[in-house]
């Protein structure tokens, strides 16, 4: 049975399926689950294989998450015990790391104060702040893919040189990032 809400849209009961909320949750949660798993599995196919795995616990326990707490932390639980299911079941295949060192390793994981989210989105503002000469520099190294010696040759410099200013933009945009960081992410 599905019950009205006052605006007349139907409002799931506990019968039919997590709520509107539930599901806002917990699709602005899977990146975030996923960059949990990547580190504590071998390859990016068994993270996404443990991802799948893992939501399919997520939405069938819909009903047991308690609102008002941390969902994020509560479907990170959930991940780890899948990332351990998927080892144990695939215990055939060489083993790099250990229970203990892979609980450990996902404890430092959700201990880290600030989401990879908000530092791609510090990343990006303070690259947008570069001078247009060091984009540059950057998009030729990094979105090219190709070497600090191809990108020397590229613009006619010593590799020495190319080196040297991009270490210079790495410190600048270390320290953009840090202080956005820290402030919230209020432009400074």
């Known amino acids: 049975m599905v019950a009205d809400k006052s605006d007349g849209s139907p409002e799931p009961d506990s019968q039919s ?3 509107e909320d539930f599901v806002r949750l917990f699709t602005q949660t899977q990146r975030s689950i996923y960059l949990f798993i990547l580190p ?3 390859t990016a196919a068994d993270a996404e294989e443990v991802l799948q795995e893992t939501n399919v616990v997520i939405l069938s326990k819909w009903k047991q998450f308690e609102p008002g707490t941390n969902f994020t932390a509560w479907c990170k639980a959930i991940a780890r015990l899948e990332v351990f299911r998927f080892r144990r079941s695939r215990h055939h295949r060489l083993q790099l790391m250990g229970e203990d060192v892979v609980d450990l390793l996902a404890r430092k994981i959700e201990e880290q104060p600030v989401d990879q989210e908000q530092r791609r989105d510090a990343l990006t ?3 947008s702040k570069l001078r247009s000469s060091d984009q540059e520099l950057l998009q030729r190294r990094y979105l090219a893919g190709v070497t600090g010696e ?3 040759h590229q ?3 010593p590799a ?3 080196y040297q200013s991009l270490g210079r933009v ?3 945009l270390l320290e953009c990032v840090r202080r956005r960081l820290s402030t919230g992410g ?3």
């Open 155 to 157: 613009m006619g410099r």
């Open 17 to 19: 399926g997590p709520g």
């Open 170 to 172: 790495r410190r600048v």
């Open 186 to 188: 209020v432009q400074q």
């Open 160 to 162: 020495n040189s190319v």
């Open 40 to 42: 504590l599995v071998r």
């Open 125 to 127: 503002a303070c690259i």
């Open 150 to 152: 191809e990108v020397a």
